[in-house]
Structure formats: structure tokens, C-alpha cells
């Protein structure tokens, strides 16, 4: 019987196939209990072009140390669609990692639109 992580990383293994015959940028998310990471990685060599978290100094003042709820998740959305476009990537194919497209996944990828990036 396989973990709830198992689960997840089979369910992300599949995504990522998919993503990678289509050859643009991915926008990745990790979560955890205390923060939420994004991540925009370009579709040909695998390299990271922008990142944002919650666990970011200026971003951590900026919230009052809540990192695990919708409000951050919306923020780091916005400051990371706002990098990605700053180096010149505007579609991405979203990466949600397995995770449920809910809750603070959701008001990432909602927040990340709103900013410009398009999926």
C-alpha cells in the first residue's frame, strides 16, 4: 500500500510526463504545514528561472510570519508571475506537484493569471 506521499509523487510523475512532451516553461508548487514555494523551470534544459516562497525574508515581514494560508499563497503567486515576466516568460504549463487543485494550490495559480503569466 502506498503512502498519502507516494500517492502524491505518483500523481505529480504523471503531470510532469505530460508537461515535458509539450516543451514550455512549468510553473512547480510545493506545500507544506509552514509555507508555499513556486517555482517557473524552463521547458528545454530544466533550469529555474524564478522562484518565490513564503520563506523569503522580505516576504515573511511582509505577511507577519503567516506563511500557510490563502493571503500568502496569493502573494507569492503575484511576486512570481512578476519575476517570470521580468526574464521574458509569459505561458507556463502549472506543476501543481500532486497536490489538490485547492485552497492555497488554487489562489496561487489564480493569483499567478491575474499577474500576467498565462497557463
Partial sequence: ?????????RRARQTR????TQGVARLTV??????IYASVISGDGGKVLATASTAE??????LGGKGS???????IGKRLAEKA????????AFDRSGF????????????????????
Fill in 69 to 75: 494560508n490563502v493571503a500568502a499563497a496569493q502573494a
Fill in 100 to 119: 489538490a487543485y485547492h485552497g492555497r494550490v488554487k489562489a496561487l495559480a489564480d493569483a499567478a493569471r491575474e499577474a500576467g503569466l498565462q497557463f
Fill in 57 to 62: 525574508v522580505e516576504v515573511r515581514n511582509a
Fill in 30 to 35: 510545493n506545500r507544506t504545514n509552514l509555507h
Fill in 1 to 9: 500500500m502506498l503512502t498519502k506521499k507516494e500517492q502524491r509523487l
Fill in 85 to 92: 515576466i521580468a526574464v521574458g516568460v509569459d505561458k507556463v
Fill in 17 to 20: 510526463i505530460r508537461i515535458a
